[in-house]
């Protein structure tokens, strides 16, 4: 079997698009799904028979899901014994994600607790710790957007990479070579900034040149002979956008204003700064906070929530983050009995 999907758009958080990390295609091919599935759990949305997402006594979360859901078509034909799943399976596990703050420090492989049942269409589950889980859930400091369908079927972890930070990127951005190679985790590898420009930079343009709805071009800043920054302006393609998604996304921008509504909206604005543009750009969770609370709850929340607020360094990302916590704890309740 290979690999099947119902095109969706798919919000990562910030904090993972951005994070310090080399994992090989596969790994990242799971990650998505991981990702895929939160979504649809806090959006409330039914998952397919074949896919299941439970919590713990230990708050950790089980997965549990086909390994179809990993392969094309030519994984399939040559991959019979699912050898590169296992491999990306126990990457995952051995890769760690670091937190540490003035009162705690965690760490945890990504993923723990791998099972392939033979005996049931070949079924994965792993489980994901709490804290893990809350990361790349965490859209306080903002989050990228993508089509699932474009993501899974790239054949080069960078241009996964560059897609999902050029994903709806309007303005033209510099990266540093050093925090790029950082951030891709290659920071030993290519050693010549020109060969990390032909290996990495040029391949994976050449990837999201053919069939990505977001690509980019280039142009290389010196500091005296040396190439030692990329300034990237966003290309946008929209032959390769979805046109489902198009029509979603325009019919959504119509009616956005309904899960907000003028109390709470006025609420926001007037006692923590929000602005238009900021309210569209969380429409998501406000839309969550629209099925799951009552107007009523809401502006009683946020009024708790007040003086808390205050001291936050970033008060509106406490204002999201508060609201998302209490969207997935009644999610929780409803649905993670």
Not at 78 to 84: A, E, G, I
Request: glycine share 2%; charged share 30%.
């Amino acid at each position: 079997m290979s690999i099947t999907i119902k095109n969706k758009e798919v919000l990562q958080s910030y904090i993972l698009t951005t994070a310090k990390y080399d994992f090989s295609v596969y790994e990242k091919r799971i990650l998505y799904r991981i990702i895929e599935l939160n979504q649809n759990l806090i959006e409330g949305k039914k998952l397919n028979d074949r896919y299941q997402v439970n919590s713990t006594l230990f708050k950790s979360k089980e997965y549990v899901m086909p390994i179809s859901a990993f392969l094309t078509i030519e994984d399939s034909k040559t991959d019979k014994n699912h050898s590169r799943i296992k491999k990306a399976l126990k990457g995952l596990q051995q890769k760690i994600i670091e937190y540490e703050d003035e009162n705690v420090y965690r760490s945890a492989g990504i993923i723990f607790n791998v099972e392939i049942n033979k005996t049931r269409a070949d079924n994965v589950t792993f489980y994901v710790a709490d804290f893990i889980y809350q990361t790349l859930m965490d859209f306080s400091k903002g989050y990228r957007k993508y089509e699932l369908k474009v993501a899974m079927q790239f054949e080069s972890i960078y241009a996964m990479r560059f897609y999902e930070l050029f994903s709806a990127q309007k303005t033209p951005i510099n990266y540093s070579i050093e925090k790029l190679k950082e951030m891709f985790g290659i920071t030993d590898k290519y050693k010549e900034n020109k060969d990390f420009i032909k290996y990495v930079i040029i391949s994976a343009k050449k990837e999201l040149d053919k069939c990505s709805p977001y690509t980019f071009n280039y142009e290389t800043i010196k500091t005296g002979r040396k190439i030692t920054s990329i300034h990237f302006v966003p290309i946008y393609q929209p032959q390769f956008e979805d046109e489902d998604i198009k029509k979603q996304n325009l019919n959504k921008k119509m009616s956005n204003r309904w899960f907000i509504p003028k109390n709470i909206e006025d609420y926001l604005i007037h006692n923590f700064q929000f602005t238009e543009r900021e309210l569209n750009n969380n429409l998501n969770l406000f839309e969550s906070v629209y099925k799951y609370f009552s107007e009523e709850e809401t502006l009683d929340f946020l009024a708790e929530i007040r003086e808390p607020s205050s001291y936050a360094d970033n008060r509106k990302g406490f204002i999201i983050g508060a609201l998302k916590k209490k969207v997935e704890k009644k999610f929780e309740e409803i649905y993670l009995k």
